[in-house]
């Protein structure tokens, strides 16, 4: 996940310098649910 973020914030940072859409190639699961038993 931690890609797939760092890919959004590069993406964003190049769009605000081109004024141009884009594109995030990277893809992101959705994560499991986090249990607070998972910590013992």
Same mark, same amino acid.
């Given at each position: 996940?931690?890609?797939?973020?760092?890919?959004?914030?590069?993406?964003?940072?190049? #769009? #605000? $310098? *081109?004024?141009?859409? $884009?594109?995030? +190639? #990277? *893809?992101? +699961?959705?994560? $499991?649910?986090?249990?607070? #038993? +998972?910590?013992?």
């Amino acid at each position: 996940m931690a890609y797939h973020v760092l890919d959004i914030i590069c993406q964003m940072m190049k #769009s #605000s $310098e *081109t004024g141009a859409f $884009e594109r995030v +190639g #990277s *893809t992101c +699961g959705r994560p $499991e649910v986090f249990r607070q #038993s +998972g910590l013992n």
